[in-house]
Structures are given as structure tokens and as C-alpha cells.
């Protein structure tokens, strides 16, 4: 993992946020090629999920629409949602070491006094009586700062879905079984952020909810489920690393009648798993408690079964954050025969630099026959040009940054008008037409 976040900083892809002032703990900054990676899999989440989402049980596609809510909503909203009362973490502090850990997670951490201990386990280990600590960061809306103007960043995007539910219902002519999407930054108060960016402070969510009836409900938490992993498994995730774990009943939370998390084997966690998706059965209470808080009928009238409702709603939620994560750690390969050590094998797809053009030498024209294929292609794609240093190492930048295909214009591109074509994963070279590069990666990319 340390080679990993070493790597993520030396090409670009996560830095410390205010790293020149020494980091802030639980906050981080994504890079230019860190931001173009985010973007590619929020965009395919996107058009997946709202754009052409899937077909249905019944062989027709589903109905699905997008959203993007305010990070501060009405503070009452946390109030209906169970925010503000119960959105808290049992932790408890170490009086010998000062350290604070989660009372429920206390195997996770190490002992700061003995490494190879577990929190305490070691006998220098003193920890008080679990304490609740609220997660939610609170802030103040005006120019007056009392409990009157208190506001709090969102902990999650689902609830902006929930207090747009009867807008959308208005607007946008949807009928049950339908679903809203969001993708947006959410704020937890970690005590204790860890592992890279899997536990952060200030994070990004991609949530859909689902609106159903409750007689279908366990049908769509069982689509949902499924459909969900096949998403995870079409970005190149190793099957071998991802797995499904029911909730047990005592971890459920309180409003959910079923949950069960998409895990996937990440170092820190290697031979267990960790989380990366929930899909939770949430029934039918965030309605229920903001029709009583909001005193706004949120009822759903159901023409084909003439009868009048709350739905019951089924919710896909991942971070954005740790899909990022995920995708680099599978990605992350390790190959002694090259110059650069190791590869980055990310789905073409999703690659930040779809593909690299090099002159294989600085003068000849070959310069300027690069610059011709390159403002070519990125009309289309993510693509760079590199004139700097030797041909090998030009190769081993783009294996750390996961590039799939890179282009040389050499000698014989002048004469027959064809380059060489080199591919990541596998390094087998072939000529191809000049005029055929952009064919091939549509090809090859999917696009």
C-alpha cells in the first residue's frame, strides 16, 4: 500500500491536501491525472445508471432520472432523517498514548505504543468508556453565528434525493417503480481517518434511490444487487476480489429492513475485504419521517393498482472516492521486465491517458507528423504527446500512468505513412496506418 500511495504521488493521481503545509489529516487532493480518473468512472456510473440505464426484470428499461441537491439543506432535515440524534460513532481514547480509536473497530488499529498489537491488547494500553461522537461538521448560514443560523454538510447525498422526491414526482411525469441519481462531495467528521482514501473526511458519493412498492421491493433489492456487481466487474475489478456480505441483523441501521455491501479485497485489508457498495433496503421511512417533519403529503397515487402509497425505496450507494481506490490497487501490477517495475493495467476505458504519440526522435519532421496525429485525437480522447528524453523511458511514464497504447512516429512514418503501436499489458509492437489510429482506439476503447 505505501508503493501504491507513493506512485499515486509521483504521477499525478492523489497528493496530501495543503501538502506544502504538511497535510490535514483526512483530506485529499486528486491530481491531474488522479481528476481525470474520477471523471471517467463518475461518467460511466452516469451514463450507466441514468443516461441508458438498465432493462428491467420485465424486459423494458428502467426509468431513471438525475439530480444534484445543495450540500447545506434545511437543518430540520437532519432532524426527520435521525442525523443529528443518532448519526454517531462509539470511540474511545487511550490516557497512555492519547490515541482515540473506535470502540467497534478496535482489532483495525494498531497499538501506537506496540505495532504489533492491536489496540488494547498491549499492557501499556488504558482506554476510558465508549463515548458517542457525532459525525456530521456543522457550520452557519447568515451573518449571525448562534444555534438560530447552525447548518451541517451533508453526510450523505440521499437525503437531497428524498426532499426532492415530490418535486420530481411533479415535474417529471416518472411513474413508479422509478429512480433518482446523484453523484456529490459528502462530509464525515472521522475521528480517526485511515488507509489512504478509503476513510476520509471529505469524500464523494454516488447514490441512486429507487422507488418501488413494497410488494416488489425484495425483487429490486435482489436486481439491484446483482446489477450492481456486474457494473463493478465490467470496469476490469477482479471477480477474485470482490465478494457480497449480508448485514447481520445488530449491524443493520435503523431504518433499513435489509443491506448487503459489495467488499473488495483491498491491501490493507488482504485476505479480508472491505467495503466498497451498499445496497440497502431502506423501506419506506425517509419519506415517512419527511412527510411528518416537512407536514407535506408525499403519498404516491397509483393508477394501475388505484391505491395510495409511500414507496418503499431500494438504494445502490458507493463512494466515488473508493471506487478511485479500487481501481487503482487492482490495477497496480507488478512486472520486473520492465523499466519502469510495475504497470498500471487500468480497463481502457477508463484510463486517465487513453493513448501517448512520441517522435521517436526530436528533428526529421517527425516532430511535427506527432502534432498532426495528436490534435487529432484529442478531439476525441484524453491523449498526450511526449518529445522529451529516450523512447524507454517515454514507455515507462506511460506504464505508471496506465496508459493502454502508445503511438511512435519514427523514420518510416515519413515515407509510409504508418507508426508503431505498442501495447501496455501485453508489449507487442505492430504497424498500422496513420490514418487508421483513431479507428483502432475506438476499437479497442469502446468509444
Not at 491531474?32 to 474520477?38: C, N, S
Not at 492491536?118 to 449571525?144: K, V, W, Y
Not at 422509478?178 to 473526511?201: D, M
Not at 417533519?293 to 473508493?322: C, M, W
Request: hydrophobic share 35%.
Amino acid at each position: 500500500m505505501d508503493q501504491i500511495v507513493a506512485l499515486c504521488k509521483r504521477r499525478g493521481l492523489i497528493y496530501p491536501a495543503s501538502d506544502i503545509y504538511g497535510g490535514l489529516n483526512g483530506f485529499w487532493d486528486y491530481g491531474p491525472l488522479g481528476i481525470q480518473l474520477k471523471n471517467n468512472i463518475r461518467d460511466d456510473w452516469w451514463r450507466r445508471m441514468v443516461e441508458c440505464p438498465p432493462i428491467g426484470p420485465d424486459g423494458e428499461p428502467l426509468t431513471l432520472v438525475g439530480l444534484d441537491s445543495a450540500i447545506i439543506q434545511h437543518p430540520e432535515a437532519w432532524v426527520a432523517s435521525g442525523h443529528v440524534a443518532g448519526f454517531n460513532d462509539p470511540m474511545v481514547d487511550c490516557r497512555k498514548c492519547k490515541n482515540r480509536f473506535r470502540a467497534d473497530q478496535l482489532a483495525d488499529y494498531e497499538c501506537p505504543n506496540k505495532p504489533s498489537k492491536r489496540a488494547g491488547e498491549h499492557d501499556q494500553c488504558d482506554l476510558t468508556e465508549p463515548r458517542e461522537f457525532n459525525l456530521m461538521f456543522e457550520s452557519h448560514a447568515g451573518a449571525i453565528k448562534d444555534e438560530s443560523s447552525k447548518v451541517y454538510l451533508r453526510p450523505e447525498t440521499a437525503q437531497g434525493i428524498f426532499l426532492n422526491y415530490k418535486n420530481i414526482l411533479d415535474t417529471m411525469r416518472v411513474k413508479v417503480p422509478f429512480g433518482v441519481a446523484q453523484i456529490g462531495k459528502a462530509f464525515r467528521n472521522e475521528v480517526t481517518p485511515r488507509n489512504f482514501i478509503f476513510r476520509s473526511r471529505e469524500f464523494e458519493q454516488m447514490e441512486m434511490e429507487w422507488f418501488c412498492h413494497e410488494d416488489d421491493s425484495q425483487q429490486w433489492f435482489e436486481f439491484w444487487k446483482q446489477e450492481r456487481m456486474q457494473w463493478w466487474l465490467s470496469l476490469g475489478v477482479s471477480s477474485d476480489d470482490l465478494t457480497f456480505r449480508d448485514h447481520d441483523e445488530d449491524e443493520l441501521a435503523h431504518y433499513s429492513r435489509a443491506c448487503v455491501d459489495i467488499e473488495y479485497r483491498y491491501p490493507f485489508t488482504a485476505p479480508g475485504y472491505g467495503e466498497l457498495e451498499g445496497i440497502a433496503h431502506r423501506g419506506c421511512f425517509d419519506l415517512t419521517q419527511h412527510q411528518e417533519h416537512a407536514r407535506q403529503k408525499l403519498e404516491y397515487f397509483d393508477q394501475q393498482r388505484n391505491s395510495t402509497y409511500l414507496p418503499n425505496v431500494i438504494e445502490p450507494a458507493s463512494g466515488l472516492s473508493r471506487g478511485v481506490l479500487v481501481l487503482i490497487c487492482d490495477a497496480y501490477t507488478v512486472d520486473e521486465s520492465r523499466p519502469s517495475k510495475l504497470y498500471m493495467k487500468f480497463h481502457p476505458r477508463l484510463a486517465p491517458i487513453k493513448a501517448a504519440i512520441f517522435p521517436l526522435v526530436a528533428r526529421d519532421g517527425m516532430p511535427e507528423a506527432a502534432k498532426k496525429l495528436f490534435l487529432e485525437l484529442r478531439q476525441r480522447y484524453a491523449v498526450q504527446i511526449d518529445v522529451k528524453q529516450n523512447i524507454g523511458k517515454r514507455y515507462a511514464r506511460m506504464d505508471e500512468a496506465g496508459t493502454p497504447y502508445c503511438f511512435t512516429i519514427d523514420g518510416e512514418t515519413l515515407t509510409d505513412q504508418t507508426v508503431t503501436v505498442r501495447d501496455r499489458d501485453t508489449l507487442a509492437q505492430e504497424r498500422i496506418g496513420i490514418d487508421r489510429v483513431a479507428s483502432f482506439l475506438a476499437e479497442k476503447i469502446g468509444a
